[in-house]
């Protein structure tokens, strides 16, 4: 990732006009309509949470519906935001050929609603925050650095880029009841994809 001076690349792709007119409250209906409460146990080779805060529950739209019901953000993600991922990297990569998996919607919803500490297995992840989240909505991105905790304040059209694989990461608790929804994107190395791992897929949709 040589133009990541950081760990991550940001982009705001409102100010890149990369976004249509209403595009965050066509995602928000979405969620109303679609979305599915998913439990997490902590149980799953991904998860990195201390085994006594394990256990939360957080609301998915997958890749299959995305798809179907709003084809724009889907050619988001395997169009202009693949160019930006082949952009800022020496590397080329590819869309994911899983489609569930590819792409989500994640919506927290609830004040106490947070997201576990993780990493995940896609090469690239890409992530498209919707809502803003600032201190008194709680909600934060929270990357854990071997020596350091960083804090990501979500910005409706941002989209950061990084290795999740890497850094471990974590939603922090939602402070009120408002929605925080944020579309997580996965990447791989052309010529590397394999079929996605059938455990953490049960695991993260049941
Ligand atoms: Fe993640």
Redo the contacts with the bound molecule.
């Keep these: 990732m040589n133009k990541i001076d950081d760990f991550y690349y940001k982009i705001n792709l409102i100010e890149t006009n990369d976004l249509p007119k209403g595009w965050a409250e066509e995602i928000e209906n979405l969620v109303d309509r679609y979305s599915t409460a998913v439990f997490l146990d902590g149980n799953n080779p991904t998860s990195r949470e201390p085994e006594e805060t394990r256990g939360m529950t957080y609301h998915v739209i997958t890749g299959d519906i995305i798809k179907k019901s709003l084809g724009w953000l889907y050619e988001l993600y395997a169009s202009r935001i693949l160019e930006i991922a082949n952009t800022i990297s020496e590397e080329v990569y590819v869309a994911d050929n899983d489609l569930v998996y590819a792409i989500n919607i994640n919506a927290l919803k609830k004040v106490g609603d947070r997201y576990e500490r993780?990493?995940?297995t896609e090469e690239l992840?890409a992530?498209l925050f919707v809502t803003d989240q600032d201190d008194i909505h709680g909600g934060q991105l929270l990357f854990h650095l071997k020596e350091d905790l960083i804090a990501i304040y979500p910005k409706s059209g941002d989209l950061i880029l990084f290795d999740?694989r890497l850094v471990e990461?974590e939603v922090t608790a939602l402070k009120m009841d408002r929605y925080r929804i944020s579309i997580?994107m996965g990447y791989y190395k052309k010529d590397t994809q394999t079929d996605s791992n059938d455990e953490i897929k049960s695991y993260l949709y049941q």
Excluded: G, L, R
């Design positions: 993780h990493v995940d992840s992530v999740a990461h997580p």
